[in-house]
């Protein structure tokens, strides 16, 4: 679908620092950038990016890559959508041919179900702005809200007439799957062969996810029937989870992430309103409550959250309602209420930018100040009532994962309250004991679910009854199971990983070595990988694990590739020398030099200049198998390359800056050499165990053969071990 080229220019202008940047906030930790990782509940940074390699990798949960497999994955792409995403972030023009029917036919259910909601979205805006109903009910509704035309088309907002199937029609012609449009919930099955529209007569939202894909749609009624719902919102499906998805934050995250800071409102219209009055770091719960995923989605870009509700008695239950959920995922929770007859939207509308900002700072309350003042109401006289109260601002502190940030709660509820600190931390620490036995229940009970769903899917499989099933029982508290450790069953595993990992990281790196051929030492320049294949047609051997073999055949077959580009390169890198050369040269003012001194001045630039070419020449190579690899079609290659590749920390510049450390890149020449030979002793031992084992039952005349193997194994072994340093002694 897409050339070669064309790919290759992609992945070359793919910045990783750039893309995933524009999902998790990061932040610069020596030579690379460190966030906190999308793809599971991270609470302290373990996602780390390097931009020299061009990777990212996750050391908690292991998920990484570079920048196309990080949005494959994110985004829920495949290989060629990825790449279709990051030509379009980089203004890289594609060519593709027409698609035919077949291949329209094989796209999966989940990108045609956003080609859908992305037609449909366009189809409500038209509606909005070209259609005289559209303009007449559903522009003027905007209008009356008070919405910019900037700020209608910044959030994509629409209109869906009152005819009962405009949309159902006009998707049908256009070649939209029926079913299609009753999975993505914009249109419903009228069980007689058609369909119509879910959102007739209504305003649209469009809902967009963090990757700016629309995932759903929100639809507000304009009539006054009380007996039609306000809102109609997409059920669920294969690309749209409410408790996922958050309105307005692929729009504020960049704000959020400038600000460190991000406000949590209500509705779409306080969102919307909020924003164009110049808070664009403000999202919505969309009218759900906040859930685990909202808080991890939000912690990626923040750790400093204001719930902004109405000061109605709602507002203060749902504010009181996310306080624990967003402490415990280690956040730093504010809580501010609007007056009484005001929401965000209202508020926004009525005042300046610089009134909100004044009443933000004068009313935002940390949650301790906030979850008191509301418990403590109409308890004055009532001590136990008052007891009760603080109890439940302690069991909230108990939720915090720092133990620093509650011991400073703690401290402040003593003080507030005249009571004993060590009270107060007695207290928090009972409920932080009663919190972990009852998530270990709860794990216990997940896992026996979990059991006896795979028992009845195994026995209905089986063509079985399955069991009928028993009452949960209460399950004591238990230590979580540590992580497991895959064993490794082959010896030669660990000796084909290394080698593979060398390959991956330098396998175009120029390798020049003496090696014996013709019963002579000589010495010839090769990359890498055209080393160990040398090595090891040498000696017949081949990579076991499948994996290895087919990233060691692609190297290979990268080569040819390689050189063609390394020449254009090369000689690319000397014409900017040589013109770094020239101006550094006329920069030097000859009055005042000598014929000499400016000849040994430009010796010394030439020098220089040089060394650079060197090293740019150097990181082009090493660079260039790691790009193809993170970035190829197959998803086996990718994960290992980048997995093998991924380097955690780097030496401070503190470190190195006064003293010469050897890199890994400077100790190729042993390095690699002693990967072979360790690989080479690993199958000579376990040949010599096979023959071993085989010695147990052979019968006498096949025992004097396996001797003899015997023994010439021994002495192979002894050779290598001359090289790798080991000392072997032969049993008697």
């Keep these: 679908m897409i050339d070669k080229a064309t790919v290759d220019l992609i992945i070359d202008s793919a910045d990783i620092v750039d893309v995933v940047s524009d999902f998790v906030t990061l932040r610069k930790r020596g030579a690379n950038y460190v966030g906190l990782c999308p793809f599971h509940n991270d609470r302290t940074p373990s996602f780390y990016v390097s931009k020299s390699k061009g990777i990212c990798k996750c050391f908690s949960c292991g998920e990484g890559g570079s920048a196309l497999n990080f949005i494959m994955k994110h985004e829920q792409m495949n290989y060629h959508d990825a ?54 009910v559903g522009l003027s509704y905007f209008n009356d809200r008070g919405f910019s035309t900037a700020t209608i088309k910044k959030f994509r907002l629409g209109y869906s007439p009152e005819d009962r199937s405009a949309l159902y029609k006009a998707a049908v012609a256009q070649g939209f799957n029926r079913q299609l449009l009753f999975d993505t919930g914009l249109c419903v099955d009228d069980n007689r062969g058609g369909g119509y529209d879910r959102y007739r007569g209504r305003v649209i939202f469009p809902i967009v996810n963090v990757g700016g894909k629309i995932v759903a749609f929100g639809g507000r009624t304009l009539k006054k029937d009380k007996t ?116 965000p939207d209202s508020y926004s509308r009525k005042h300046s930018a610089s009134e909100i900002q004044q009443y933000i700072d004068d009313n935002e309350a940390d949650f301790i100040t906030f979850k008191t003042g509301i418990m403590l109401k109409g308890t004055e006289r009532d001590p136990i009532k008052r007891a009760k109260a603080i109890e439940d601002v302690t069991k909230s502190i108990a939720v915090i994962p720092s133990e620093v940030t509650r011991a400073i709660y703690a401290k402040e509820v003593s003080d507030m309250f005249n009571i004993g600190e060590d009270v107060v931390l007695r207290d928090v620490a009972k409920y ?90 000589v010495s010839q320049n090769m990359t890498v990988v055209e080393y160990i294949q040398s090595e090891l047609e040498a000696d017949n051997i081949f990579f076991n694990t499948p994996q290895f073999k087919k990233i060691f055949d692609l190297s290979l077959s990268l080569l040819n590739d390689f050189y063609t580009e390394l020449s254009s390169q090369e000689a690319a890198i000397a014409q900017d020398g040589n013109k770094q050369v020239d101006l550094l040269m006329r920069a030097i003012d000859p009055i005042g030099h000598s014929a000499d001194s400016l000849r040994q001045e430009e010796e010394r630039i030439k020098s220089k200049v040089n060394k650079d070419n060197i090293d740019k020449i150097n ?114």
Excluded at 93 to 102: A, G, P, S, W
Excluded at 688 to 714: F, G, R
């Design 228 to 343: 039609i719902a306000k809102y109609v919102n997409s059920p669920e499906s294969i690309i749209y989870s409410k408790r996922k998805e958050i309105y307005g934050l692929f729009q504020a995250k960049r704000e959020i992430n400038k600000h460190d800071k991000c406000y949590i409102v209500e509705g779409y219209a306080d969102v919307i309103s909020m924003h164009q009055s110049g808070f664009e770091n403000v999202i919505a719960s969309s009218g759900t409550a906040l859930t685990d995923e909202h808080i991890h989605m939000i912690h990626r870009f923040t750790e400093n959250v204001t719930e902004m509700f109405d000061g109605d008695e709602a507002g203060i239950k749902a504010a009181l309602k996310g306080i624990d959920k967003i402490l415990a995922q280690g956040l730093n929770m504010k809580v501010l209420l609007l007056p009484d007859d005001d929401d």
């Design 432 to 521: 932080i004991r009663q919190n972990r036995e009852e998530r270990a229940k709860n794990r216990e009970r997940e896992k026996l679910r979990e059991e006896r769903q795979a028992t009845a899917e195994a026995q209905q499989s089986a063509g079985q009854q399955p069991d009928t099933p028993q009452p949960e029982a209460e399950v004591p508290p238990s230590t979580p199971p540590a992580t497991s450790v895959p064993v490794i069953n082959n010896d030669t595993f660990l000796q084909e990983r290394a080698l593979i990992k060398y390959i991956i990281r330098y396998g175009m790196c120029n390798f020049c070595t003496f090696f014996y051929q013709d019963e002579e030492f």
């Design 619 to 732: 990181e082009y190579r090493t660079n260039y198998l790691e790009k193809r690899l993170f970035s190829h079609p197959d998803d086996e290659v990718r994960r290992i390359s980048a997995d093998l590749a991924s380097e955690k920390y780097t030496l401070s510049k503190i470190h190195t800056e006064y003293a010469t450390i050897p890199t890994e890149f400077d100790k190729l020449e042993s390095l690699v050499p002693s990967a072979i030979f360790n690989w080479k002793n690993a199958i000579v031992q376990q040949r010599i165990k096979q023959v071993q084992q085989q010695l147990n039952t052979a019968s006498p005349d096949y025992a004097i053969e396996l001797l003899k193997q015997l023994q010439h194994l021994y002495a192979v072994r002894s050779d290598i071990a001359k090289y790798i340093g080991e000392r072997v002694v032969n049993p008697k």
């Design 83 to 136: 790449l279709i995403y990051l030509a379009n972030k980089y203004h890289i023009e594609v060519n593709e041919r027409e698609q035919t029917d077949e291949e329209k036919a094989a796209q999966t259910a989940r990108d045609a179900m956003f080609m859908l909601n992305e037609w449909a979205c366009q189809f409500f805006e038209t509606q909005l702005h070209d259609t005289t109903e559209g303009q007449e």
